[in-house]
C-alpha cells in the first residue's frame, strides 16, 4: 500500500504564490512518476505538472513559465510551486505517483486533494 498526503493550499490573492507539498510512504520500492492534477467545480481533472524519477518534466500549457514541479526522491516528496497565480487556478490540487512497491506490484496512487482558493 502507498498513501499520498497533500500540504500547502489556501486562499491567495491574484498574483500570490502556493507551494503545495506531496509525502509518499509505504510499501515503495520505487516511484517512476509524480505529478500534480486538478479539478475546478464542473470540470474534469487535468494534468498540471509531472516529474519523472530521472528529473524530465512536463507542464500544461497554463502551467508553464508560472508553475514548477520538483521532487526530493529521498524523501519520496514531490512540490509544486505556484507564482502569478490567477482566479482560474482555484481548483483542487491532486498528487499523483505511479511506481512499483517493494513485492514487485504496480500502483497509481492518488492523494484526497487540496483546496487552492485564488480570490481577493
Known amino acids: 500500500q502507498v498513501q499520498l498526503v497533500e500540504s500547502g493550499g489556501g486562499l491567495v490573492q491574484p498574483g500570490g504564490s502556493l507551494r503545495l507539498s506531496c509525502a509518499a510512504s509505504?510499501?515503495?520500492?520505487?516511484?517512476?512518476?509524480m505529478g500534480w492534477y486538478r479539478q475546478a467545480p464542473g470540470k474534469e481533472r487535468e494534468l498540471v505538472a509531472v516529474?519523472?524519477?530521472?528529473?524530465?518534466?512536463d507542464y500544461a500549457d497554463s502551467a508553464k513559465g508560472r508553475f514548477t514541479i520538483s521532487r526530493d526522491n529521498a524523501k519520496n516528496t514531490v512540490y509544486l510551486q505556484m507564482n502569478s497565480l490567477k482566479p482560474e487556478d482555484t481548483a483542487v490540487y491532486h498528487c499523483?505517483?505511479?511506481?512499483?512497491?517493494?513485492?514487485?506490484?504496480?500502483?497509481?496512487?492518488w492523494g484526497q486533494g487540496t483546496q487552492v482558493t485564488v480570490s481577493s
Open positions: 516529474i519523472r524519477s530521472g528529473g524530465s518534466t
Open positions: 499523483n505517483a505511479r511506481g512499483y512497491t517493494t513485492v514487485g506490484f504496480k500502483y497509481d496512487g
Open positions: 509505504g510499501s515503495i520500492y520505487s516511484i517512476n512518476v
